[in-house]
């Protein structure tokens, strides 16, 4: 079994920063990459940030240059740091991992996702 447990979401004012944290737990070898996802009501899940095991980044546009993806292989976390925050940002945010698992023939990787965080933007 494996579990994706997000933490950090909230209310906060616009301008305003949060740190989304989220922790994979339970039978894993290796994790690829991990990510933060977005979806507001009525809208698209989407991705916000994406984060490899060696460190390689991408953003979505409308993040860019206020939002940092950062992890700690060493405790399976990934970060989410959001620095000036916008009424948009509002959504359930959701961690997923590629978590690889051994086995006799190979290692092989599933997709995880997290159960979703609120962050509230308020204008």
């Known amino acids: 079994q494996v579990q994706l447990v997000e933490s950090g979401g909230g209310l906060v004012q616009a301008g305003g920063s949060l740190r989304l944290s989220c922790v994979a737990s339970g039978s894993i070898f290796s994790i690829n990459t991990m990510a933060w996802y977005r979806q507001a009501p009525g809208k698209q899940r989407e991705l916000v940030a994406a984060?490899?095991?060696?460190?390689?980044?991408n953003y979505a546009d409308s993040v860019k240059g206020r939002f940092t993806i950062s992890r700690d292989n060493a405790k399976n976390t990934v970060y989410l740091q959001m620095n000036s925050l916008r009424p948009e940002d509002t959504a359930v945010y959701y961690c997923?991992?590629?978590?690889?698992?051994?086995?006799?023939?190979?290692?092989?990787?599933?997709?995880?996702w997290g159960q979703g965080i609120q962050v509230t933007v308020s204008s």
């Open positions: 997923n991992a590629q978590i690889g698992k051994k086995y006799t023939s190979g290692i092989y990787y599933t997709v995880y």
């Open positions: 984060i490899t095991s060696g460190g390689s980044t």
